[in-house]
Structures are given as structure tokens and as C-alpha cells.
């Protein structure tokens, strides 16, 4: 009985503990998470000061969140592939209503593919729009830096 006693107050204790490095593991991965980040970010800027375009570029297009691929090919339910991405879209959009049970009305369909049609339409941003973005949100962060060090001291 004793031994039941003890093996589970060990049980609980190594729980405490294993719980307790969790959360400083997640806490250490965060903060290097975040000095990674900032030295990404100097090392952007740098190359932004230093009129480096190409690997300026090269290093925001790294930090960017990569792009869902889209699959390009499906088969229709009667084994035929289909190729074009409307119908591949169509054909998605039929299997998960079948497999839901749920139907979507033809106004909100149409609505959807007029969206889709619209993303040739923008274009990307210029060199001196990025140049001005960044800058902004460097000034923006130093003020908010500012104003957290007034509060604090």
C-alpha cells in the first residue's frame, strides 16, 4: 500500500517537473525564435543601406510565409483526370460537399469565382513601396519602444 503511495507521489513530482521544463523549454524556444528574427531583420536592413538589392530581396523573400500549393490534377468521379484549375477547384469543391452533406448556393459560387478572377488584376509592389513599408514599421516599433520604456521607468 505504502509502495502504491509513494510510486504515484513520484509520478505526480516527475509530472511537476517534466511540466515545469516544458514551459521553460517553450519560453528559451521563443526567445531565440525571436533573436533569430531580429538578426534576420538587421541583416535585411543592412542590405538595404548598403544598396544591395538582390540579396535584400533574396532575404525578405525568406522570411515570407511560403505559398499553399494548389493541386494542378484530380481524377472525376468517373476516373478521367481533370487538368484545368477551375475544374480542379469545381471538383474539390463537389467532394466536400458530398462528403458534408452540404450544398452552396449559386449566387455565393458565382461571387466566389469573380474573386478568383480578380488576382491577375494587382500588382506587385515596387521596390520604393517596400523601402517605404519597412520604414514605417521601424518607426512605428521605435515609437512603440519609446513609449513602453517611458511606462516602465
Same mark, same amino acid.
Given at each position: 500500500? /505504502?509502495?502504491? =503511495? !509513494? ?5 505526480? %513530482?516527475?509530472?511537476? &517537473?517534466?511540466?515545469?521544463? *516544458? ?10 525564435? /525571436?533573436?533569430? =528574427? !531580429? ?5 535585411? %536592413?543592412?542590405?538595404? &543601406?548598403?544598396?544591395?538589392? *538582390? ?99
Amino acid at each position: 500500500m /505504502k509502495q502504491d =503511495l !509513494n510510486s504515484s507521489n513520484k509520478t505526480q %513530482e516527475q509530472a511537476r &517537473k517534466h511540466k515545469k521544463l *516544458r514551459i521553460e523549454a517553450n519560453v528559451m524556444i521563443r526567445w531565440k525564435k /525571436k533573436a533569430c =528574427l !531580429n538578426n534576420k531583420i538587421l541583416h535585411i %536592413e543592412h542590405n538595404h &543601406k548598403s544598396n544591395d538589392a *538582390r540579396k535584400f530581396f533574396q532575404e525578405i523573400k525568406t522570411l515570407k510565409p511560403q505559398q499553399t500549393i494548389l493541386p494542378t490534377t484530380c481524377k472525376y468521379t468517373s476516373g478521367n483526370i481533370i487538368s484545368q484549375i477551375v475544374e480542379v477547384l469545381a471538383r474539390w469543391e463537389e467532394y466536400f460537399q458530398n462528403f458534408l452533406g452540404v450544398s452552396i448556393k449559386p449566387e455565393r459560387r458565382q461571387k466566389r469565382s469573380e474573386r478568383t478572377d480578380n488576382h491577375d488584376e494587382i500588382a506587385p509592389p515596387t521596390y520604393n513601396e517596400i523601402c517605404m513599408i519597412i520604414n514605417r514599421l521601424k518607426t512605428e516599433q521605435s515609437c512603440k519602444n519609446r513609449q513602453h520604456n517611458r511606462g516602465t521607468n
